[in-house]
Structure formats: structure tokens, C-alpha cells
């Protein structure tokens, strides 16, 4: 069982970012799929979520400027970042939820950092 991120990196206030999480070992269209952060010393919380059925939740913070979305075919699940801010900086970790957290993982972390 894998979840693989990527897509993070360092960019400038304004910017845009997107973040893939991939995949394999177990029966991805049947979890839901979240997208968490945290910030050096801060706890983790979460950014997006997307339900197995494609029902979408955002922290109220990235609403209007981060978009989640799934293709179930390729066992990816992305993370549409725009408008970036510097309080975006954080690792970004991917994780995968079947019955209300009777099954679960975790990737192991993208690193994005807005910065001029």
C-alpha cells in the first residue's frame, strides 16, 4: 500500500501549485481522500477532503482558491493550489479513509513553500 505525493516546491505570493497524490495497493475508489498540512509547530489540520461518491469540503481558509478533485482511473487525487499565500507553507500530506477511519494511510509529504 502506497500514497505517493508530488507537486510541491517553492513559489512566489500569487502563485499556483498542484499537488498529485498517487495511489496503489488497495481499492482507491472506494476511500475518501484528504489532503492535511502542517506547519513547522503547528498542528495538522486539514486543507480538502473528497468523498468516494466526489463530495468535495474545504477549510475555510483555501476556499475559493484550492481545488481537490479525483481520477479514479489513474488512483490519483490532486490538489488544485492558486493564489497562494505565505501562510500556504506547510508539509502537505495526502490520506486515504475507508469506514469513518476503519482503514487508513498516509503519504508521506510534499513540501510547499510561498515565498518571495
Known amino acids: 500500500v502506497q500514497l505517493v505525493e508530488s507537486g510541491g516546491g517553492l513559489v512566489q505570493p500569487g502563485g499556483s501549485l498542484r499537488l498529485s497524490c498517487a495511489a496503489s495497493?488497495?481499492?482507491?475508489?472506494?476511500?475518501?481522500v484528504s489532503w492535511f498540512r502542517q506547519a513547522p509547530g503547528k498542528e495538522r489540520e486539514l486543507v480538502a477532503l473528497?468523498?468516494?461518491?466526489?463530495?468535495?469540503n474545504y477549510k475555510e481558509s483555501v476556499k475559493g482558491r484550492f481545488t481537490i478533485s479525483r481520477d479514479n482511473a489513474k488512483n490519483t487525487v490532486y490538489l488544485q493550489m492558486n493564489s497562494l499565500k505565505a501562510e500556504d507553507t506547510a508539509m502537505y500530506y495526502c490520506h486515504a479513509n475507508y469506514g469513518s477511519g476503519i482503514i487508513t494511510y498516509w503519504g508521506q509529504g510534499t513540501q510547499v513553500t510561498v515565498s518571495s
Open positions: 473528497i468523498s468516494s461518491a466526489g463530495s468535495r
Open positions: 495497493g488497495f481499492t482507491f475508489s472506494s476511500y475518501a
